[in-house]
């Protein structure tokens, strides 16, 4: 059973840095993308950024230049650096994994999601 387990939010106040982590473990052949969706009080669940196997990677406008998406494919882990934190970046982070599992089928998982609350 392959399970995302998602770590490093917090309170943090404008202007501050934090870094997720996600881990993926649990009956796993290979994984192909990776990626961080999040979504603010009343708002749709949005793309944050993206990272393929091969470590090419995607933001959305609102973070360029402010976060960055990593992988450590020995690891199964995924990372988000975000730095100049805004009160807007406030939001439930998930993170998603596009699976191979060991039963050969492909498949998206999803983590249970971190809490990340910008505020002074």
């Known amino acids: 059973q392959v399970q995302l387990v998602e770590s490093g939010g917090g309170l943090v106040q404008p202007g501050g840095s934090l870094r997720l982590s996600c881990a993926a473990s649990g009956g796993i052949r290979s994984i192909f993308g990776m990626g961080w969706y999040r979504q603010g009080p009343g708002k749709q669940r949005e793309l944050v950024a993206t990272?393929?196997?091969?470590?090419?990677?995607n933001y959305a406008d609102s973070v360029k230049g402010r976060f960055t998406i990593s992988r450590d494919n020995a690891k199964n882990t995924v990372y988000l650096q975000m730095n100049s934190l805004k009160p807007e970046d406030t939001a439930v982070y998930y993170c998603n994994a596009d699976v191979r599992t060991e039963q050969w089928y492909r498949l998206d998982f999803w983590g249970q999601g971190t809490q990340v609350t910008v505020s002074s």
């Open positions: 990272i393929s196997s091969v470590g090419s990677t």
